[in-house]
Structures are given as structure tokens and as C-alpha cells.
């Protein structure tokens, strides 16, 4: 059986983008996990990319798996992704290279440095590329896009673009309380239902024609759609890419939370 895998950072400029990269002295280690490391994207990087997601930090899965958006908010976006027909051509990155802890400070978004490399990114995919519509998924995200629109080369081309809900922020605003959860779902469902209104004329052709069925105002089924095989680095388990959950940041206290991720196999994969 062939495992299609995503090849990484072959070419320039993400060759140059990857090997040299801000660390603590930008991203400081009060307001991001950055002992976890960078991660830089997911998605195609050969200039087929026709959609840009941009998230905003990565989490436990991430930083295991070395790329963006794999788990559940992954899986939903990859969903209205698939809504578009875009089934391949896409590509991700988020606002901040490293994890965010806490709350991230004024001075921080507005550093320079950060700005400046995350804008190469910006640069390398939408300058260079052929990306035809842009999805910032949160606050982050589109002050990333905003900042990045205020140089010359953000000037210098028309995209079309949608903010839209972060695709967990019903579970992080509802706090385990169902009601609150069920009308923050169906908000975050009608402003997506409006993102893909607005750029789906701009996403043409799409790789699989789709006509546009908008969501309803829960999750239906097919809304969540898996992760492909060739967005993952070569030789991940199965496992790993099929479901999230298996890893936790687990310790008594915050400190020991920071230095660890568990890790445990899904159910029924050893018996
Ligand atoms: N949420 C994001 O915005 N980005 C990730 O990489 C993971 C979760």
C-alpha cells in the first residue's frame, strides 16, 4: 500500500523560511510555548495552492505532528474547504510560528520581526503563488492579513478575502455549558455560510466541481472532513492522522503542563 506524504520545505523560499526563523528572542517564552518550536504550515507549497488558510497558533497535535491545523479545527476547515471543491489545492499557516501561552501582548503582534518574517510567508504564497481567496480564521489571522495588506506587495495584489469565526471558538466561549455551545455553533455556521458566499466566485475552477451548499445551523454529517494522507510528514502512523485526542498536555500545575505532552494511542489500534 502507498503512503502519499508531504515533502516539506524543498524549495525556496521556504527552504531559506525554515532554516532561519525567529525564536524567543521575538516569540519570549512568558507569552508562547516557543521550547515546542516552530511550526510553519500545511499544504502545498508549489505554487498550486489557490486557497490560503491563515490560523492562529499551533497546539499539542501540531506540535507533535510539525504541521498546522490537524486536529479538530482542522478537520472543519477542511470541510469548508471541500465546500469551495477545493480538495488539494490549499495551503495554511498561522499568525503566530509557536504556541500561544496566555495572552499575547500588544507590543508583541506589533513587533517588527515578527511582522516581517510572517509577511515572507505572506509574500512567498500570494505574491509568487496563484492563490485566488484568503480565509483568516480569528482575530490573529486577520490582523496578520491587515498588516500584511498595509505593505507594497499587499497592495500590490487583489485577493479575495473573508474573516470568519475560529472554528473552536464555540467550544472555548461556551465552557462545557450545551446551550451556549449549540447558539455559538449556529453563529460561527451562518458567518461561515457568508465566507463562502463572498469568495467562492473568486475560487474558479474549483478541483472537484462542487455547487455551494451552505451549512445548516448545526454540524451535519460530512461537515467535518479528514485530514488527507499527503498533507502529513513521511511515516506518520495511521493513528495520528485519523482522530486527535491523543495528545494532552498533562501535569500537576502549569510549569509541569509546559514540559509535557502525553502521547497515547487511539482504542483498538494495539490489543
Ligand atoms: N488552531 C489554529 O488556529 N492553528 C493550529 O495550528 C491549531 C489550532
Known amino acids: 500500500m502507498s503512503h502519499p506524504f508531504d515533502p516539506g520545505y524543498v524549495t525556496e523560499p521556504f527552504l531559506n523560511l525554515c532554516a532561519d526563523y525567529p525564536g524567543a528572542e521575538i516569540y519570549s517564552s512568558d507569552q508562547f510555548r516557543s521550547e515546542w518550536g516552530p511550526i510553519f504550515h500545511r499544504g502545498r507549497l508549489d505554487g498550486s495552492a489557490r486557497v490560503l488558510v491563515i490560523g492562529q497558533d499551533p497546539a499539542q497535535h501540531e506540535a507533535v505532528i510539525r504541521r498546522v491545523l490537524v486536529g479538530e479545527a482542522g478537520r472543519r476547515v477542511q470541510g469548508l474547504l471541500r465546500k469551495l471543491g477545493i480538495t488539494r489545492s490549499y495551503v495554511f499557516i498561522n499568525a503566530y510560528l509557536y504556541s500561544v501561552y496566555g495572552s499575547v501582548k500588544a507590543k508583541t503582534r506589533k513587533n517588527p520581526s515578527l511582522i516581517d518574517y510572517r509577511n515572507r510567508w505572506l509574500n512567498a504564497l500570494l505574491v509568487e503563488g496563484n492563490v485566488e481567496a484568503v480565509l483568516a480564521l480569528g482575530q490573529a ?14 497592495q500590490s495584489v487583489q485577493i479575495a478575502y473573508a474573516r470568519v469565526t475560529h472554528p473552536t471558538q464555540p467550544e472555548s466561549a461556551s465552557r462545557g455549558d450545551k446551550d451556549k455551545l449549540a447558539a455559538a455553533t449556529k453563529k460561527l455556521l451562518q458567518n461561515w455560510n457568508k465566507a463562502l458566499q463572498a469568495v467562492s466566485p473568486s475560487v474558479n475552477p474549483p478541483d472537484v466541481p462542487t455547487p455551494l451548499t451552505l451549512y445548516g445551523e448545526t454540524w451535519a454529517e460530512g461537515d467535518r472532513v479528514a485530514i488527507p494522507e499527503f498533507d502529513f510528514p513521511a511515516g506518520l502512523p495511521a493513528w495520528m492522522h485519523e482522530h486527535d485526542g491523543w495528545a494532552r498536555r498533562v501535569g500537576s500545575g502549569d510549569l509541569a503542563k509546559r514540559r509535557n505532552i502525553t502521547i497515547t494511542i487511539t482504542k483498538g489500534v494495539v490489543t
Open 141 to 154: 489571522a486577520d490582523e496578520a492579513w491587515r498588516f500584511w495588506k498595509e505593505t507594497p506587495a499587499g
